[in-house]
């Protein structure tokens, strides 16, 4: 019953460093994505993928990287932390089709130094 | 880009009363969702509205796609302690990807001191 499962929940970075932050959902979605949740701006969409081997840009891309080589994991990598990345970051996912509940992980909270 | 306007930005409440929160935009959508985040936690799906007019409930929760597809309200009834948290409305269109999701800047709840 894990549903949708983010790691780290907390990072700490510093500048220029580079790290991948991990999802993995156990609901055979074939839907996810990643936002980013900053004060004031709701949440705003990275990336995205409607499934193994497809992904796209959302918004906000820059700077992130993402790959989709099976349907449970859909990992973000920062290349290059800058502090303009501090940020949650929250991980959902959903079913095809027109199903539109889409399912959220717990967040990642990056702080880039 | 399309964009939510989502209102008021937030409200303190006293247990039981009313609460009404609303989401416009310029653009057309065929699907408008709520959602709710509680602190350090990811947002939950609270109500989807799938069709211009609708009005669906959830417990207290109260939600309206708006004729114009171009808003939707969210009421609470006989508010609670716990339904303190910010409350996002998102919309989508027809043959998008979960790409298409976008979501409003939110309303924050807070219990009156």
């Known amino acids: 019953n894990a549903g949708v499962t983010q790691t780290p929940k907390f990072q700490v970075l510093k500048t220029g460093q580079s790290m991948t932050l991990q999802c993995a959902q156990d609901?055979?979605?074939?839907?996810m994505s990643w936002y980013r949740q900053d004060p004031g701006m709701g949440l705003r969409l990275i990336h995205y993928?409607?499934?193994?081997?497809?992904?796209d840009q959302g918004e906000v891309p820059n700077g992130y990287n993402v790959s989709r080589s099976t349907t449970e994991d859909f990992p973000l990598r920062l290349l290059s932390a800058a502090p303009s990345q501090t940020s949650v970051y929250f991980c959902a996912s959903s079913y095809s089709g027109g199903a539109l509940e889409a399912f959220f992980g717990q967040g990642t909270r990056l702080t880039v130094v | 880009g399309q964009q939510l306007n989502q209102s008021p930005q937030s409200m303190f409440i006293q247990e039981g009363e009313d609460v009404s929160m609303n989401c416009t935009s310029s653009?057309?959508?065929?699907?408008w969702l709520w959602y709710k985040q509680d602190p350090g936690e990811g947002p939950v799906l609270l109500i989807a509205l799938y069709k211009a007019g609708e009005l669906t409930s959830n417990g207290r929760l109260t939600a309206q796609f708006g004729i114009t597809r171009k808003d939707s309200f969210l009421n609470i009834s006989a508010s609670i302690p716990s339904d303190v948290g910010i409350y996002f409305c998102a919309a989508l269109n027809y043959g998008g990807s979960q790409g298409n999701l976008i979501f409003g800047k939110g309303t924050k709840l807070s219990v009156k001191p």
């Open positions: 993928s409607v499934g193994a081997g497809i992904t």
């Open positions: 653009s057309i959508f065929n699907t």
């Open positions: 609901m055979n979605h074939e839907y």
